[in-house]
């Protein structure tokens, strides 16, 4: 069955870096796009990040944008998120999610999530 | 681009919740939903306005025309309870945009 496990959240200090994985499993990695999408406590999702198949094409949201890089390793199945100069703004649970392979841009499966703390 | 969603819907079980999403000329644009339950991740119930996810029950159904969109769940029950969040691509600055969620509280 399709699954996605992210890793590697935790208490950080302001300023400091993280790095995200997301190991897929279950389907053909390489035919979809995949996403990150954050959701703050008590929040709404806020897109963050995609990138396309091959890896070649990514695109931030304007929050995150010169700090965060979205990555991929299609010979490994997994995505990863590069965080440096992390602030207080960006204490979330931050999710992986897969886009259809149809290329409509629909999130047709999330992963459980791992958090990210940002305080001193 | 900005959705606007109400912040909370209630409706008793058995009864019809209309969750709406408000956005400009949204009518012309793909529309999804996603249901999220208390601690778990978001999941597709809708999607490209009003088509069905297998293992989604018929009782989810959506709408689009206008400036509005519209998740429809027909006798609604217990288990319906969550946060719904509606979702657009907007290919101008190829950004995916949410709109800020609707809690539905069945009574």
């Known amino acids: 069955q399709v699954q996605l496990v992210e890793s590697g959240g935790g208490l950080v200090k302001p300023g400091g870096s993280l790095r995200l994985s997301c190991v897929a499993s279950g389907f053909t990695f390489t035919d979809h796009y995949m996403n990150w999408i954050r959701q703050a406590p008590g929040k709404g999702l806020e897109w963050v990040s995609y990138i396309n198949r091959g890896g070649d094409v990514i695109h931030h949201a304007a929050s995150v944008r010169g700090r965060f890089t979205i990555s991929r390793d299609n010979a490994k199945n997994s995505l990863y998120l590069q965080m440096n100069s992390l602030g207080v703004d960006d204490t979330a649970i931050y999710y992986c999610?897969?886009?259809?392979?149809?290329?409509?841009?629909?999130?047709?499966?999330w992963g459980q999530g791992t958090l990210v703390t940002v305080s001193s | 681009y900005v959705l606007t969603q109400a912040p909370s819907v209630s409706v008793a079980p058995g009864q019809t919740a209309r969750l709406t999403c408000g956005g400009d000329n949204i009518g012309s644009r793909n529309v999804h939903w996603y249901q999220q339950r208390p601690g778990q991740a978001p999941v597709l119930v809708i999607y490209?306005?009003?088509n069905r996810p297998s293992g989604i029950p018929e009782r989810f159904s959506g709408s689009n025309s206008g400036n509005t969109a519209t998740l429809t769940i027909s006798r609604v029950e217990a288990g319906d309870e969550a946060d719904y969040h509606c979702?657009?691509?907007?290919?101008?600055?190829?950004?995916?945009?949410f709109g800020g969620g609707t809690k539905l509280t069945v009574l």
């Open positions: 490209d306005e009003n």
């Open positions: 979702q657009v691509w907007d290919s101008n600055v190829h950004h995916c945009v």
């Open positions: 999610a897969r886009e259809d392979s149809g290329g409509y841009r629909i999130l047709d499966f």
